[in-house]
C-alpha cells in the first residue's frame, strides 16, 4: 500500500514539474493573449492515471504564479486545468472524447476570467473572439500533440507498464 501511494505522490510531482517547466520555457507562446499552451497535451494523461488530476493542477498553478499571470488568471485557469483532467479522467474509457473536457473548460473559463474580465474595456477584442482564439489554441495542444502523445503512451504502456 504504502508504494502505490509514493509511485501515486511521485507521479503526480512529475506530471506537475514537466507541465510548468513546459509552459515555462515556451513562455512566448504559453501566455499571451493568443496562445497555443503545449503543455496542455499532457491534459490527456488523467486517462492513464488518476495521479494526472492533482499533477496537471499543481503544474497549472506553478506555471501561472510564475509565469506572472493575473490573479485571475492564477485562480480560475488552473480551475479549468482541474475541471479538464477530471473530465478526462471520466471519459477515459472513451478515448474519442478525452480531448472535450480540457478544450470546453478552458475556452469557456479562461475566456471568462482570465482574458476578458480582466481587460474589459481595455480591449477591442470580444469574448467570442477570445472564445475562439482559446479554442483553436486547445484544440492544436489537446487534439494534435495531446493525442501523439496518447497513442505513443498507450504503445509503450502496453509493453511497459508506466502508470
Known sequence: ???????????????????????????????????????????????????????????????????????????????ATLIGAVGTYLLRSHKKLIWMPPVVSNTIIVSIFSIYIPYLGESDDSLWFIMLTVCVGELLSVCVLGYLLYFALRKVNSKVKLF
Not at 502505490?4 to 503526480?12: E, G, N, Q, V
Not at 493568443?34 to 491534459?43: D, F, H, M, N, S
Request: aromatic fraction near 6%; charge should be positive; charged fraction near 10%.
Open 1 to 79: 500500500m504504502k508504494n502505490k501511494s509514493i509511485r501515486y505522490l511521485a507521479t503526480a510531482a512529475m506530471i506537475a514539474a514537466i507541465y510548468a517547466v513546459l509552459c515555462i520555457i515556451l513562455a512566448p507562446i504559453s501566455y499571451s493573449a493568443i496562445q497555443v499552451r503545449v503543455a496542455e497535451a499532457l491534459t490527456i494523461l488523467p486517462a492513464f492515471t488518476p495521479a494526472a488530476i492533482p499533477g496537471l493542477t499543481i503544474g497549472c498553478l506553478l506555471a501561472n504564479i510564475l509565469g506572472g499571470c493575473v490573479l485571475l488568471d492564477i485562480i480560475f485557469g488552473t480551475l
